[in-house]
């Protein structure tokens, strides 16, 4: 039993701990029209966010490659990487697939 329980604590998820972090996923899920299907304002970017993979309970990968945006989204997006440099454990990220807006 105890085996078992060292193995589902170890593959568990641990929650964003970072208030800043997932300020920065809401922004971006809020400029880029991302689906709230995809990323559900209420539950855990960490454990329950498509594309959305973290390391020590911050952010490490955000892969937005299959994900799709609303209506509204689709019509005005925005995109800034201001929202990106605060995840400071942000190794990765993947728009292929993506059409992100031109910044001007």
């Not at 193995?7 to 800043?20: A, F, K, Y």
């Not at 809401?26 to 400029?31: E, I, M, P, T, Y």
Request: glycine share 6%; hydrophobic share 40%.
């Amino acid at each position: 039993m105890l085996l078992v329980n060292s193995v589902l604590t170890q593959s568990m998820v641990r929650p964003l701990s970072s208030g800043v972090e997932r300020t920065v996923l809401l922004d971006l899920r809020a400029s880029l029209g991302i689906k709230a299907r995809y990323w559900p304002r209420k539950l855990d970017p960490c454990a329950n966010w498509t594309g959305v993979e973290c390391g020590n309970d911050r952010v490490t990968e955000i892969n937005l490659s299959g994900l799709r945006r609303t209506r509204v989204g689709r019509l005005s997006p925005s995109f800034s990487i201001d929202y990106l440099v605060r995840c400071t454990q942000l190794s990765t990220f993947n728009a292929s697939g993506f059409a992100l807006p031109l910044i001007v």
